[in-house]
């Protein structure tokens, strides 16, 4: 599968005006890939994912072309998403871990979300089971209620149930932050077992937490106050980020190794714009050490290396 | 300075309290001044529940807290207050530490009213400002405003102002940068890290082996209520002997070294560990690996 | 984090606002909710703007207002004898008078006034006694908490009604404020129960901890922390439990068990059902009092309507 994503704009509405959460998204996801979406919160990589599959109804989509297979996906209008939801692109939401209906077993929620894409539990029922082994739950977790699953018990279920019809796209928001790091990892490395056994053809990793990234992604890219700042792979963003942003970024994340007294780590100072009315030209020029007067023009996201994209004047001046 | 005895916390569960859930274990540990401790567990480890006993927000089911001392668990009244005036504490949530429908300033309002109600308003003016500045704010930007108008960064530093006004001797920090973005977070623990230096001393619960490993000084991980592994933090992260430190250290994502490599160098199997809240009735009692290094594993 | 008013919607991680709690059903039908209280610009601007609020606030002071003058506007004494029986709607007699020759608007008038005193009486003293148990079991919790759970249960289960009968039936109510403390004693346990569901979630936000390490009493907490962030649902449960103790007032004197001598709403419909006023077809006797009920009663349920949108930002309809 492909994914190409094309100047992709999503507002929200609100009380004083619209908040430009995503602002001209663009960039492609090749068959099979896994890839992060890093940044901080309020950058609008929650929202990017969430308008590929258009679950949020505060979201209003103001431009843009997403192709999935070559397929353009009406992601502007709801009702005529319902298709494709589940079966071409699934999403583990956000909080899985409460988006379980506390009053209803795990098993009637598969079967009502199966019978609603049309699909029969009774051909499914094999597939569901043999999956659930696969993650290491029994078939069991199907005749229990949310309440008597652990965090980690749920967050595997929903991944389980998200992924079921064998969707080409997996969107996955944050299914990692509420857990215990013993935990993390093993969703994490669910995730790409999914993709290794053909579950699901690719995959987005919404996460702030770039070193689970690092773990699982191909390629990750870093947005800032609703803007992709740079592109990569993760080996590449990792060891040589170019963009400033990503460079404070990682420089400011503690690792097991180093220390206060030996080596001070500082963060970026300031905070990122409102989204309300941001400012012209590029959005981190407030806050990065090497703006200068050409960053009152909005940088573009342009291709420095092969694999690798970066939206700034210093590294790419053109 | 503060010292834990075989602390334990039973909660009466079910209906009239007829179950029972041994959330803290026979935890023993020490703070001293200028000394920053780490408390490492997950979720269900009992590690908040330690801290709020040292707040005396709960009730210690058996053993002794003592500060300097004297028992905690005696104090009522004036001699709360005067315990408040050394001991204060900085929760997760920024957001849910303030009250939303006052000012964010009135966290000082009230501790002036309760603590210094002597002082004229110039004198409280001054002491503010002071405290402000030692955690890098300005009182411009953060004095007069909403909870919702500020940054959890800013939310947060504003408590540890608050409790520096008291002149405190320990701070308990109970997983304070978790909410926080992550540029933000090491300018917070950069600030606990100065404060240590002048002397403060803190506690420093997490679940976070990165953050615990970088600020600490002293490391006590806990495993369902009970101490596994604890001793000077170079010691514990460089040389882990209890397996479940070693599996905590090997399923931290790290930034250069991925899983696999990380899980050989330690020794662990792949699988991970299995869930659950709730203590082990008898704990393993601790065992002197090496100076300062102690582990909960059977001897010999 | 709440999606209210004054809170960039793009900061906002979609899941429930902290401290929102699904209080139990009540018979009334009462919010579940306790929303986060606007700020008070943001609620005139709301308030004015819901015309649920506006008009059942209107149809009560119309009420109310002429509760207070309209003893003054006519000449008549309520329970003199002065003008012709079953006389129609005249200049004279506004309302007409009743088969005893008595001026049914001095009579409405009066009642109105009783109506009033025993809706704010009997509905503020359900109100002390509900918010005090209520806050009190929710905050202490433990031993104290089933205690007081037992008591409020007990009172809840008792049929209210059939109590207050009896208890009329033998201590001779003399007057509106005897029978206002009587309701008030039997009507505060849903009161009780929606506040204790809401302190237990308040109690456990951290503010409540930084309020004890300051080194605050109990009683402090309660009323200087949690009282006031429940300030929208307490205004509501107010207004439900003013109407519910009219209601029942109404009710009571109907059944004739309310003081006989004075002039109120249900009475006077109980003497207009024992003179057969509907067979004799004197409408201006029965149906003045019952609109009255009705007004009153229904206005401040619109308008607890109306405050529960404008204090919930979710239940606009933007």
């Known amino acids: ?318 | 300075m503060l010292r834990l005895d075989t602390c334990c916390k039973t909660y009466r569960v079910g209906a009239f309290g007829g179950g029972e859930l041994l959330a803290v274990n026979d935890v023993s540990f020490e703070v001293a001044p200028g000394e920053v401790v780490a408390l490492i567990g997950e979720s269900g480890s009992g590690k908040s529940t330690i801290g709020k006993m040292i707040l005396r927000l709960l009730r210690v089911t058996r053993g002794t807290i003592t500060f300097d001392g004297v028992d905690i668990s005696s104090l009522e009244g004036r001699k709360l207050k005067d315990y408040y005036a050394d001991v204060q504490a900085v929760f997760q949530d920024p957001f849910s530490s303030y009250n939303p429908i006052f000012k964010s300033d009135r966290v000082f309002a009230m501790l002036r009213h309760e603590y210094f109600s002597g002082l004229s308003g110039s004198e409280w003016k001054a002491k503010l400002e002071r405290s402000l500045d030692s955690v890098s704010l300005s009182p411009g930007d953060v004095l007069g405003k909403y909870p919702h108008q500020l940054s959890g960064g800013q939310l947060q530093r504003l408590l540890i102002a608050r409790a520096l006004l008291l002149d405190i001797r320990m701070l308990v920090a109970d997983e304070i940068i978790s909410m926080l973005d992550a540029s933000t977070r090491i300018d917070v623990l950069n600030l606990l890290g100065e404060l240590k230096s002048r002397g403060l001393g803190v506690l420093f619960i997490t679940h976070d082996l990165s953050l615990g490993h970088y600020i600490s000084d002293r490391t006590i991980i806990l495993r369902r209520g009970s101490v596994v592994e604890r001793g000077s933090t170079q010691k514990v992260f460089g040389n882990p002997i209890h397996p479940y430190t070693k599996m905590l250290l090997a399923s931290v994502p790290q930034l250069h070294k991925k899983w696999e490599e990380a899980a050989k160098e330690l020794e662990v199997p792949a699988a991970a560990a299995g869930e659950g809240i709730g203590a082990v009735e008898r704990p393993t009692p601790l065992v002197e690996v090496e100076d300062d290094h102690f582990a909960a594993v059977e001897p010999g | 984090m709440a999606v209210g008013p004054g809170r960039d919607v793009a900061d906002v991680r979609t899941e429930m606002p902290a401290g929102v709690v699904e209080a139990p059903l009540t018979p009334t039908g009462a919010p579940q909710t306790a929303p986060p209280p606007a700020p008070r610009s943001e609620f005139l601007y709301f308030a004015l703007r819901n015309w649920k609020f506006v008009l059942g606030l209107c149809l009560v002071l119309a009420f109310f207002l002429l509760a207070l003058i309209g003893p003054h506007l006519t000449p008549h004494k309520p329970l003199a004898f002065t003008g012709p029986t079953d006389a129609r709607p005249s200049s004279d007699y506004w309302f007409g008078t009743t088969s005893f020759g008595q001026d049914v608007f001095s009579q409405f008038v009066s009642g109105l006034r009783s109506a009033f005193l025993v809706g704010i009486l009997g509905g503020g003293l359900a109100w002390l006694i509900g918010a005090t148990v209520g806050f009190t079991a929710g905050y202490r919790g433990g031993s104290v908490d089933d205690v007081l759970n037992m008591l409020t249960n007990v009172v809840l289960v008792i049929p209210t009604l059939a109590i207050l009968i009896i208890v009329a039936a033998y201590v001779n109510v003399h007057s509106y404020v005897t029978e206002a403390v009587l309701i008030g004693l039997t009507s505060w346990p849903w009161a009780a129960r929606a506040v204790r569901a809401q302190t237990f979630s308040l109690k456990t936000r951290e503010f409540v901890d930084v309020a004890r390490l300051t080194g605050r009493s109990t009683r402090q907490i309660i009323v200087t922390e949690i009282a006031p962030n429940m300030s929208s649902y307490l205004l509501m449960m107010f207004i439900l439990l003013f109407g519910g103790a009219i209601l029942i007032g109404a009710s009571l004197d109907f059944l004739g068990l309310g003081p006989s001598e004075k002039v109120s709403l249900g009475l006077m419909m109980n003497s207009s059902f024992l003179s057969s006023a509907l067979l004799l077809g004197s409408w201006w006797w029965f149906v003045p009092p019952g609109l009255g009920i009705v007004g009153i009663v229904g206005g401040l349920y619109v308008m607890n309507v109306g405050l529960d949108e404008i204090f919930n930002p979710r239940l606009r309809e933007l």
């Not at chain 1, 005006?17 to 068959?31: E, L, S, W």
């Open chain 1, 1 to 318: 599968m492909s994914l190409d994503v094309d100047g992709l704009t999503v507002y929200y509405k609100s009380l004083r005006g619209d908040v430009k959460a995503v602002d001209g998204a663009t960039f492609q996801i090749a068959d099979g890939e896994i890839m992060g979406l890093a940044g901080e919160s309020g950058c609008g990589k929650s929202t990017l994912g969430k308008s590929l599959i258009r679950l949020d109804a505060r979201m209003r989509y103001v431009s843009g072309h997403v192709e999935l297979d070559g397929t353009e996906l009406p992601i502007w209008d709801d009702r005529e998403m319902n298709p494709f939801r589940f079966k071409e692109v699934s999403i583990i939401p956000q909080y899985a871990l409460s988006a379980l209906n506390p009053t209803r077993k795990i098993g009637i929620v598969a079967t009502e979300l199966l019978a609603s894409r049309g699909v029969r539990m009774n051909g499914m029922r094999p597939e569901l089971e043999r999956r659930l082994e696969l993650v290491g739950l029994s078939a069991s977790v199907l005749e229990r209620f949310p309440i008597e699953l652990s965090g980690g018990m749920k967050q595997r279920v929903v991944m389980v149930i998200s992924s079921l019809l064998n969707p080409s796209l997996l969107i996955a928001d944050e299914i990692t932050s509420a857990l215990d790091v013993s935990t993390q990892r093993a969703v994490a490395e669910m995730l790409v077992e999914f993709r290794d056994r053909g579950f699901v053809k690719s995959m987005i990793v919404i996460t702030h937490d770039l070193s689970v990234l690092y773990q699982v992604a191909d390629t990750i890219l870093v947005m800032y106050a609703g803007k992709l700042v740079e592109k990569a792979s993760s080996e590449a963003i990792i060891n040589a980020p170019k963009h400033p942003y990503t460079q404070l970024l990682l420089s400011s994340l503690p690792e097991v190794g180093v220390r206060y007294a030996d080596k001070r780590l500082s963060g970026i100072p300031g905070r990122p714009p409102s989204l309300l009315e941001p400012p012209e030209g590029c959005r981190f020029k407030t806050r990065c050490p090497l703006a200068f007067a050409k960053c009152g023009e909005e940088p573009p996201l342009v291709e420095v290396e092969p694999g690798r994209s970066v939206a700034c004047w210093k590294v790419a001046p053109c």
